[in-house]
Nanobody
């Protein structure tokens, strides 16, 4: 089992930056691809970015390409999301999630593929 704890959310002005972090418990962190999702009020949870088990492969949603960067540190059991050029439409609760996959480079974007979720951290972008 994996426990995930997000941090780093907050209030930022449009055009600003935030860095989210997710700390994972357990000794099998490298067995999981990791993803970030977000959910705005009244909307479904949506995919933001994901990174493979090795960290060599990443994939971003079109809405954040060129602005957000996902990374992971397998030695520290952490995954991060660097968010730049933030927009008001990025306002949401952001969730870290873990996907148990056999392939070191496989990335999936569906919420149903992910096995474990954090509690979420609020990101609010003021315009």
């Amino acid at each position: 089992q994996v426990q995930l704890v997000e941090s780093g959310g907050g209030l930022v002005q449009a055009g600003g930056s935030l860095r989210l972090s997710c700390a994972a418990s357990g000794r099998t962190f490298t067995s999981y691809a990791m993803g970030w999702f977000r959910q705005a009020p009244g909307k479904e949870r949506e995919f933001v970015a994901a990174i493979s088990r090795s960290g060599a492969s990443t994939y971003n949603a079109d809405s954040v390409k060129g602005r957000f960067t996902i990374s992971r540190d397998n030695a520290k059991n952490t995954v991060s999301l660097q968010m730049n050029s933030l927009k008001s439409e990025d306002t949401a609760v952001y969730y870290c999630a873990a996907d148990l996959v056999s392939s070191k480079e496989r990335i999936r974007t569906g919420t149903g593929s992910y096995d474990y979720w954090g509690q979420g951290t609020q990101v609010t972008v003021s315009s």
